[in-house]
């Protein structure tokens, strides 16, 4: 029987995708629900998975842009029913008695084949073999070098040395060259949009990481034990995002035609580097939701962004996006804009800095954030409020909790 594996829908605005890598050959058999190629849409990469077991028939080629709906290849299950059975048999016509030495032997072949080249005594030979011993098994047991050994080394014949000792890589002029992805190439066409068609501006401040840290610090194990995963930045930043926009609403807006939309929901993109380029998972509706559901969504969106499991839904949509570059070390950077997103705010990396506090010098951990806006739709004035009170919230934490106010001015209802 032959069963037709035709290219699914990625999202409902898709109709054609890219066929980005087959990760097996034409012919090979594969089995049921294995994952057999990787789509390649404007928004994410998906994987193509076999309905059936049996040998596979391409139809199309790796880069080739298919419309949705295309046969991408067939499927042969009886020929796979065929040659697994006869596999079987094989097994099972064959004495468990003679599959033993054979084994052995494979094992002992590659195990030789792998071993490095060691120039070994008669001597040592025989105390080896008569101790059941490889080279390998001598080398992991020698658990320091020492004068002696560097010594030998240096003794020895110059052709033998000239044999492994380590030497400088060759000069080189080769170059590589591969085709941009669809999703690296749609990314490229909306940075360049987005650098001429808006008025971008960034403006920076800085944040006291002291209070933040002091209660992952404090808290960490009680909030594994009690959920399960760790308790990291994001969150924190996320939820305090939400709370300073119910200050300076405007940069939860967008330019819709020639409207400016501003929902009462606060949607926040989470930018994630993958092995195929950056992408932007949503977090919904963060107003309304705790510290640990929000970093339990993170985690869980991360993991399926770079897993390459993530659906065209959770990358669509968003109100305002996040970046960390100081996960890669990055101290300060102007992000770009995700449109048709009005701002987006840049993480950096946490740094020990002498900063002044009550008159005096002291060292405190502190990073740089920025917010790149668009200048056509936020006015400086929010644009540095926004930043001003996502400060005020994360050096002092507990205000997440009654919506950015001090406990004195709820005290007095002010």
């Not at 596999?87 to 032997?105: D, R």
């Not at 390998?136 to 560097?150: A, W």
């Not at 559901?293 to 499991?309: D, Q």
Request: with cysteine; glycine share 6%; charged share 30%.
């Amino acid at each position: 029987m032959i069963i037709e594996i035709k290219i699914p829908t990625p999202g409902e605005s898709i109709t054609e995708v890219e066929l980005g890598k087959w990760l097996v050959e034409d012919g090979d058999t594969v089995d049921k629900d294995q994952e057999i190629a990787e789509i390649e849409s404007d928004k994410a990469t998906l994987t193509l998975v076999a309905s059936e077991a049996g040998k596979i028939k391409i139809q199309v080629g790796e880069g080739e842009a298919v419309p949705v709906g295309a046969i991408a290849c067939t499927i042969d299950t009886e020929a796979g029913d065929v040659q697994l059975s006869a596999v079987k048999k094989e097994k099972a016509g064959t004495p468990e008695i003679e599959e033993k030495p054979a084994e052995t032997k494979a094992v002992k072949e590659k195990t030789g084949s792998d071993q490095p080249k060691v120039k070994t005594t008669a001597v040592a030979q025989k105390m080896m073999e008569e101790n059941n011993l490889s080279v390998d098994d001598i080398i992991r047991g020698l658990q320091r070098i020492g004068k002696k050994e560097v010594e030998a080394v240096l003794h020895l014949p110059e052709e033998t040395k000239s044999s492994f000792v380590s030497k400088p890589a060759a000069f080189s002029r080769e170059e590589k060259r591969e085709k941009m992805s669809l999703l690296r190439r749609k990314l490229s066409e909306r940075l360049v949009s987005v650098k001429n068609e808006t008025a971008m501006l960034t403006t920076f401040n800085e944040v006291d990481m002291s209070r933040v840290m002091e209660i992952r610090k404090q808290y960490q194990t009680k909030f594994v034990e009690q959920h399960g995963f760790k308790l990291g930045f994001m969150s924190f930043f996320t939820k305090a995002v939400a709370m300073a926009m119910q200050f300076h609403p405007t940069v939860n807006s967008m330019i819709d035609g020639d409207e400016v939309l501003t929902p009462d929901f606060v949607d926040v993109g989470i930018a994630v580097q993958t092995p195929k380029g950056l992408m932007v998972p949503i977090v919904r509706n963060v107003e309304s939701k705790s510290i640990p559901s929000i970093e339990l969504e993170i985690k869980e969106l991360a993991e399926k962004a770079r897993n390459k499991m993530i659906s065209v839904e959770e990358l669509t949509g968003g109100t305002f996006t996040i970046t960390n570059g100081g996960t890669f070390g990055s101290l300060l950077s102007t992000p770009i804009i995700n449109p048709p997103q009005s701002a987006i705010l840049g993480m950096h990396n946490i740094v020990d800095r002498p900063v002044a506090v009550d008159g005096q010098v002291v060292i405190r951990p502190m990073m740089y954030v920025a917010l790149s806006y668009d200048h056509r739709v936020i006015d400086g004035k929010d644009s540095v409020g926004f930043l001003v009170k996502l400060k005020e919230l994360l050096e002092h934490p507990e205000r997440l909790l009654t919506n950015g106010k001090t406990p004195e001015a709820l005290l007095l209802e002010l």
